[in-house]
């Protein structure tokens, strides 16, 4: 299993902005196909983005798209989610993922299942 590390989280007040990263150790995250998935208190873990192997295919859930970014820097074998203009139920612990196969069709319905590895996750609290 490959070991993911997600890092960034914290405590905003709504309208600011986070960079989440996850990290890989001890492999090349270039190969892999990336998600961000997040769980909060009481709900199913959910799909938030993904982004291939290459960097060039990306997709969003629909309560995300226009504030929140994934990206990729191969040199520092980290993947990235930018979120811009958080909103209190944005309110989850985030996980990075990571799989073989290219990201799916529509990350947001996309099962956790589908994922070979997980990272420990960062919380994330938007709050006034």
């Known amino acids: 299993q490959l070991q993911l590390v997600e890092s960034g989280g914290g405590l905003v007040q709504p309208g600011e902005s986070l960079r989440l990263s996850c990290a890989a150790s001890?492999?090349?995250?270039?190969?892999?196909?990336i998600a961000w998935y997040r769980q909060a208190p009481g709900k199913e873990r959910e799909g938030v983005s993904c982004?291939?192997?290459?960097?060039?295919?990306?997709n969003y859930a629909g309560p995300v798209k226009g504030r929140f970014t994934i990206s990729r820097d191969s040199n520092k074998n980290t993947v990235y989610l930018q979120m811009n203009s958080l909103k209190p139920a944005d309110t989850a612990v985030y996980y990075c993922?990571?799989?073989?196969?290219?990201?799916?069709?529509?990350?947001?319905?996309?099962?956790?299942?589908?994922?070979?590895?997980w990272g420990q996750g960062t919380q994330v609290t938007v709050s006034s």
């Open positions: 993922a990571a799989r073989s196969q290219p990201c799916p069709a529509m990350i947001q319905i996309t099962t956790p299942t589908a994922w070979e590895s």
């Open positions: 001890g492999f090349t995250l270039n190969y892999y196909t």
């Open positions: 982004i291939s192997n290459s960097g060039g295919n990306t």
